[in-house]
Every structure is written in structure tokens, then in C-alpha cells.
């Protein structure tokens, strides 16, 4: 299963990079993270590890697996029966709006039970981070 939301945000391009790479501050911009702690120092790398807590759900460490600075990274959490991967990209526009997309794939021998059980969960949770880091970033630049 992979859903995927894309959402314009009328904001720079920097500003919006930074309030999806500062993973540490989630909690201050979206109500589906209350906690997010960085479990190693320095900017978000290939390897950099962030323990998540959401409403209702286990805690779970992230691991960032791919990264173009100042455009995209995707991170997993999970082992082999379950592996849970989401994206997260910026592009900036010609007209001053930047384009952000969220991504959310659940894999392994789980996932078709996974996506019955909480596919609808995901979905919502994905539209909800989307519509939060559009609000967020369009108050920080007014």
C-alpha cells in the first residue's frame, strides 16, 4: 500500500525544507507527532535516527535512508514482516509557491493486513500532515 498527498504552500522554499527537515519540532506544527526526539547530533543525514511518538501508536525509530538536501529525504521504521517508508519533498515553483509531497508506503508480508486495518488512518493522518505544514509555513512567512 502507498498513499500520497500534494499540497502547494505559498511560503519559501527554505523555510518550508527547514520545517520538514527540523523533525525535532513536529510536535510544534502537527497534531499527529507529540513527540519527536533525535536520537543522534547534526543535520539530517542518510543514517540519522529520530524516535516518533503519535497519538495512539507505538514509539517508533525512524531512520533517514535517502536525503537531497534542501529537496527531499525518506525514512523507514520497521523489520522484515513490516516496514513502514515515508517521503517528504519540496519544489520550489516558478510562481513562488512551492509544491510538497507526502508520501506513505507500508511493505513486507504485513502490509495487506496493515493497509485493511489502518489504510484509512494513514491516509487522514497523511492529509492532515499536509494541510498542518501548509498552515504553519504560510503563518511564518505573513
Known sequence: MRHEVVTTVRAPAELVWETIASVERWPEWTPTVTAARRLDDGPL?????????????????????????GASFTWSSGGRALR???GHAVRAGEDGEVTVALSFAVSGPLAP??????????RRLLGTEAESLKRWCERQRA
Open 45 to 69: 543525514r542518510v543514517g540519522a535516527r529520530t524516535e516518533v511518538v503519535q497519538p495512539g501508536q507505538p514509539s517508533r525509530v525512524w531512520v533517514v535512508t535517502e536525503l537531497r538536501d
Open 84 to 86: 513502514l517508508t515515508a
Open 113 to 122: 493486513l496493515a493497509a485493511l486495518t489502518a489504510g484509512r488512518t494513514i
